[in-house]
């Protein structure tokens, strides 16, 4: 039974990440203001899996003061987890690490999130 849980368990939070995934990717839909701010990457950004516990993703078109970072999953035996990349102002990198104790939701587990 307590397989199955973790199976429900584990599904029903890919659903909840799909919906964050799934939501418009337009810088002014982007906000994090009144939302959770998580989005799929925009068009302009691309992820590289660096390895099993950290991801970066570069964003090359985003507006001059938009601040911004990446999000990430992290699930463990012991620790389920979230992760957030450093903070980029306008166009740059943000690389995302998860614990190494835990393992990351492979690519395109990777989000964006605006901050502002």
């Known amino acids: 039974m307590a397989l199955r849980t973790r199976k429900i368990t584990v599904g029903l939070a890919a ?9 418009p990717a337009s810088p002014a839909a982007a906000g994090g203001k009144g939302g959770s701010g998580l989005i799929e990457p925009p068009s302009d950004c691309t992820t590289v ?7 970066s993703l570069t964003c090359t078109n985003r507006p001059a003061t938009q601040q911004w970072q990446s999000y990430r999953i992290c699930e463990g035996p012991w620790l389920d987890t979230d992760a957030y990349g450093n903070i980029v102002t306008g166009n740059g990198t943000s690389t995302v690490s998860c614990a190494p104790y835990v393992w990351a939701w492979p690519v395109p587990g990777v989000a964006f999130h605006a901050v502002n």
């Open 15 to 23: 659903g909840l990440l799909g919906a964050f995934l799934l939501a």
């Open 49 to 55: 899996l660096i390895n099993n516990y950290s991801a």
